[in-house]
């Protein structure tokens, strides 16, 4: 059983670098033959250009497949590294966590955080707590309206224990965040909705289908 799912981050960037490569070297000619001095609306385009060609080769060091589902359980591909969340390490896949405001992500209950931290790379826990500190921050003042528990939960414990093991510093601080999400909107892991190229409502159900027959087959 192999399942991939495409993601949108990498769309466009070929074509975007591409176009933007055209316009620098287009306004590199023009300003050699026909301007004496950079003109601050030549720098300008210069300046847009160069953004765009940035633009266009961070969309190509996006992983083509977000997700891939096999028969070890389902995969999160990020430019940063790869997590592997287990089938028996989680009981169902949701296309929103228990918010009252919609965000953009898929939410899956896991029931064995252990299974999921062993091989969790540095680098992706690092960049995932950065780029989901808006969706923290939104169940926070959701579940904290008043601000009461606010600065309690904000807080990062740098030390996690599992029957098997002691994690300290980021592993851990990664670990404690997903117990606190797991107590406030009842999800612990989450993934971006543009990882994806089905709806979610779609891609949970076929997730929730796949994990009920690897754990069959595995009986």
Known sequence: MHKQYKASGNE????????SGGA??????FSILFMDALTLVLAIGFIS?????????????????GIECDEAGVHYHHKKGSWLLPWQAFSHCSPQPDLDVEVN???????????????????????????QRALWFAILKEKCPA???????MAEKDRFNTPRKQYDGVKAMFANRMQKLGLFCGYELFIPVNCIDVPAEVFCQEVNRMRLQQLDKAE
């Open 12 to 19: 466009g960037g070929a074509k975007t670098l591409l176009y």
């Open 49 to 65: 250009a160069g953004i765009g060609i940035y633009a266009g080769f961070a969309k190509l060091a996006e992983p083509v497949y």
């Open 24 to 29: 620098f070297f287009g306004l590199f000619v």
């Open 105 to 131: 992500y898929i939410a899956f209950k896991v029931t064995d955080i252990a299974a999921f931290l062993e091989p969790l790379p540095l680098r992706l826990a690092i960049k995932l707590m950065m780029e």
């Open 147 to 153: 601000g009461e528990c606010a600065t309690e939960w």
